[in-house]
């Protein structure tokens, strides 16, 4: 999903405290995702957020 994201654009601040897990995180420049899986991972979206939008103004 790290390198979905950052394919369409987003900027991800993944968090770990395992240095093993933030290696992982980190080893997502070498590849691309193909049209079609990024396809298949755009077809997961249910509109959900996990933040407020920032498009959004907040009062």
């Known amino acids: 999903m790290i ?4 394919q ?9 405290v395992s240095p ?4 992982e995180n980190a080893n997502v420049f070498d590849f ?5 899986q990024m396809q298949i ?4 979206e249910e509109g959900l957020r996990f933040c407020p ?4 103004t907040q009062i």
Do not use: Q
């Not at 093993?20 to 290696?23: F, L, M, T, Y």
């Not at 939008?53 to 959004?56: E, Q």
């Open 3 to 6: 390198r979905w994201a950052l």
């Open 8 to 16: 369409r654009g987003h900027t991800v601040i993944p968090k770990s």
């Open 20 to 23: 093993e897990r933030i290696g």
């Open 32 to 36: 691309n995702l193909n049209n079609e």
């Open 41 to 44: 991972l755009d077809g997961l």
């Open 53 to 56: 939008d920032p498009a959004v």
